[in-house]
Each structure stands twice: as C-alpha cells, then as structure tokens.
C-alpha cells in the first residue's frame, strides 16, 4: 500500500504563490509538484514489492511531455546524423544515405576543429542560427527575421528564465508582476518565484474550450493594482496543459492588449508543430505583430520561444531550443547578450535543432522515410490517440475533457463525490493528487494531479501526455475505465 505520509504537512496550493484576495503570498516553491514526484517514484521503484497482486506488470508514466519516455521512437535521420557527427568513420562505410553525411560533414564544418566537443559562439553556431532564422520566414510567410535576433538556448525554459531576469526586478517596490495563463506549467512559476517576481493568474475559460478573454485579462491587472507593477503578458499557443490553440484574431486582440498597457509579451509557442484541431492553425505571435502593421508591429516588446525536446521531434534530453527576441533597444540586447554567455548550448542540441529547422527535402535520398515517419505515421497516431481520449474520457458522467487542438496533453475536469474528496483531505492531499496516486497504485498508470498547473477553486483535472504509441494510449484508457469505474463506485 502507497503511505500518504510523505504528503502530510508538505502540499502547498498553486495560489500559494500567485496574487490572491489583494495580497502577495509566500512565494513557496511547487511543494505539491516535488512531493508528489517523491512519492510517485517511490511506487515505481516498488512496484511488485507491495506484497499485494496487482493486474499490472509495468507502470506507464505518461506525467511528463517526453514522447521517447512514452515509446515514440525518434525520427531516425536525426539520429544518423548525430551519430554520424560523433563518430565520424561512420561516414565511411555505406550504412548511411548520401544526404545524412553530407548533412554531417556540413555540420562538423561549422564546428571549431570539426569536432562537437569544442566551445561555439555566445548565441550559437552562425550558420545553425542562419538555419533557425530561415525555418521562422518560411513559417510565417516571409516576414523578414534576422540571426542576430536569436538565441539558441539549452532549453526554452532556460531562455524563459534569463528573458525573466532582464525583466525582473527583484528589490522593486511594488514588486515586478508577470501575468500568467491558468492552466501553467509549474516550472514557469518556479521560475517567477524565485526570482522574487509576482505571478498574476488569468484564468482561461474551460468551458469555451479554455477560450482567452480580454475581460479576463483586464480583470488580471486590475487585480495587480496596490500589490505588484506588471511588466509582461505570458502565453502558451499551443496550450499546456489544456490543449487549446489560439486563432489568430485572439492573438492580435493580445498584442493590442499588451500595446496598450505597455506590457512585454513572452509567446510559449514550444509545441507550434503539434496542431492536429480541424478547424486549428498554428499562427505565431510574430507574425500576427507583422500582420497589424506599424505603429504596433514596430514597437511591441516579444520574445519568441520554441524548442527541438517538444513536439514532434521529441528530443527532450538534447535540452536545445531558442529565442527570437522582437523590438528590444539595442542596450537590452546587449545586455542578453552577456546572460546567455553564461551557458552556450551544447553542439549536439544545436544539430538537433538544425535538423528540425532544415530537415530532409524532397529529392534527398532520406526524404520518402521522414516524410513517411514524421507527416503521415506521427500525426495519424496522435490524431487517433486525440480522438480515442475525448471518447473514453467523455463516456464517464463524471469526466469532462474539452476538444483537444494541440500540444502534447490532455487536461480533463474530474468531477469527484464528496467521499473522495473528504478522504483526501484526511490525508493531507489535494482531491486530485489523491485520484492520481490511487490511479498510480491500483492501476499502474502515472498522470499529473491539475493542482500542480493551477485550476479554479472547487475544480479538479488530470494532465497526460497524449503522444504515445496508439496501442499505448488503448492501453492507458483501458486502465483507466477499469480504475475509474471502481473508484467512483468506492466513494458513491
């Protein structure tokens, strides 16, 4: 049996540590987050040592939005081309394309002494940032971009976090405000938090399809005033956790919003290739900028988040991505300039991420497979696991999952009986963590309680990470009715 005691008297709320009633809480680190990944571990680590029989031979862990931790097998030209560059006498056999070394040996090229173990510039490898500067004009239709506006980082949440330390003033008084979406990944408000900055919720309409609402975000600053002075707007398109993406209309209602109340706009757009909504398109918040034209698209404040360990190419442990920053003074920028020298990105991340930017065209020995693997077999399987979990989740009266558009989770309502949620208070628990550890113990099926990503008062959610294998999510849902139905029958 799983012991809550590790929870007693260690879980603190989300609201703990953003603007709430007018006051600035403490500004506690995710207690419930490192709690529950304890404990969740520790079941992992125990399971078929609890002496009780359980109908499960293996966990499945779908907590993270790590789609190689789930079963997705990597997109194999990436792979060959690292290698290729790791181990250069590979080129000289003939068990890789033309393409892939030649791709390799272009790389190595722009390597100091043509190896990947040695130093690169401040903001990355020139032509790896030429290539990243290429990718975003195609995306957005020419709008023109430059590489001297990009950064690649190890990781979006690193660049997040040093974007956040230019804009952050930590012996302000009032201290400096962020406005945040909620539903929002806990590591953004970690890192707010600790670096004394104030989180300021807008709450996302969860039953418009966690629609954005400029009267909400009014409602936000106003809620800021006497307790913090805001300086930046955050957004997810597309969301995490909640799956929606936002249209293009939405997008420049925001950037007029935060041209008027003079707000920087930070645009989380990590997982822009995971869009699979019928009537969905991913726009990026720059092109949008481009598209209201001057005065606005030449002085609104952005910066611009994207990263090869999300989405589709999944490679989460290269920890590689990037930023564009847009109409920053050129003072700020060198100001970044000497943030980011603290911490180059590996080599090996930033060809993973050249790849991503410039993969395989048509014409090129390695084209017909990625083309096969990476545009039809990978979002046919996501597109079936979407719909396979809006069914079974729907099917339960006590569930409630709103349409999936994109990224990489599902972030269902839980509606619990009274019994439920009286039990987890006895245990010092969040009604929804107490779902998920039951779920974990009972079932061997490891989500995320939505307490960790914040949620209005009196709700309850569960996060899973959607991009698996389609026999691994039929597999996960059958769990999980099997599970659910016994549960809800315990606590009628």
């Known amino acids: 049996m799983i012991s809550f005691a ?29 709690a529950y990944t304890v404990q969740a571990n520790i079941a992992m680590r125990d399971v078929g040592t609890w002496g009780v029989r359980k109908s499960y031979r293996e966990v499945i862990d779908v907590s993270w939005g790590d789609p190689h931790r789930a079963g997705v097998k990597p997109l194999s030209f990436v792979r060959q081309v690292l290698a290729a560059c790791l181990y250069s006498e590979l080129m000289d056999g003939d068990k890789l394309m033309v393409d892939v070394k030649q791709r390799a040996q272009r790389l190595l090229g722009t390597c100091a002494g043509g190896s990947v173990g040695s130093y690169c510039a401040t903001a990355g490898i020139p032509q790896t940032l030429q290539s990243v500067s290429q990718y975003i004009m195609r995306r957005d239709g020419g709008v023109p971009c430059h590489p001297e506006n990009i950064y690649i980082s190890p990781g979006s949440q690193w660049a997040l976090t040093n974007i956040l330390k230019v804009l952050v003033n930590s012996e302000a008084s009032p201290r400096t405000g962020v406005l945040i979406p909620v539903p929002c990944h806990s590591t953004t408000i970690i890192s707010l938090t600790t670096l004394g900055a104030v989180a300021v919720p807008y709450y996302l309409r969860e039953e418009r399809g966690w629609a954005l609402e400029m009267e909400e975000l009014q409602r936000a600053l106003d809620s800021a005033k006497g307790v913090c002075n805001p300086v930046a707007l955050y957004m997810i398109n597309p969301g995490n956790p909640a799956g929606y993406v936002q249209s293009r209309k939405s997008i420049q209602e925001v950037i007029r919003f935060a041209a008027e109340k003079k707000l920087f706009l930070l645009a ?6 995971c869009v699979y909504g019928k009537e969905s398109e991913f726009v990026s918040y720059k092109r949008a900028l481009a598209e209201i034209g001057a005065p606005l698209s030449d002085s609104v404040e952005l910066a611009s988040f994207h990263t090869a360990s999300k989405g589709l190419m999944g490679e989460c442990g ?119 550890l039951r779920l974990l113990e009972e079932a061997g099926v490891l989500f995320s309680p939505g307490t960790e990503y914040g949620q209005k008062e009196g709700t309850y959610h569960i996060r899973f990470c959607i991009m698996t294998p389609s026999d691994t999510m039929e597999e996960i849902l059958r769990r999980l009715s099997a599970f659910h139905e016994q549960f809800m029958k315990e606590f009628s």
């Open 6 to 34: 590790l929870f007693h008297n260690c879980e603190c709320n989300f609201s703990s540590i953003v603007v709430k009633a007018g006051q600035i809480s403490n500004p506690l680190l995710n207690c419930s987050k490192m």
């Open 268 to 273: 989380d757009e990590v997982f822009q290739d």
């Open 318 to 436: 290269l920890r590689t991505g990037y930023v564009e920053l847009v109409n920053l003074d050129p003072a700020v920028m060198k100001h970044i300039n000497n943030l980011f020298s603290t911490n180059s990105c590996p080599i090996l991340g930033q060809i993973a991420l050249d790849v991503m930017v410039n993969p395989p065209q048509p014409g090129d020995p390695s084209y017909p497979l990625y083309l096969k693997v990476r545009h039809f077999y990978l979002p046919a399987s996501l597109a079936q696991n979407v719909r396979r979990v809006e069914e079974v989740i729907n099917s339960f009266p006590d569930f409630s999952c709103q349409p999936l558009e994109g990224g990489a989770f599902a972030f269902p309502r839980l509606f619990l009986p009274p019994k439920a949620i009286e039990r987890a208070k006895e245990a010092g628990l969040q009604p929804d963590t107490f779902y998920c």
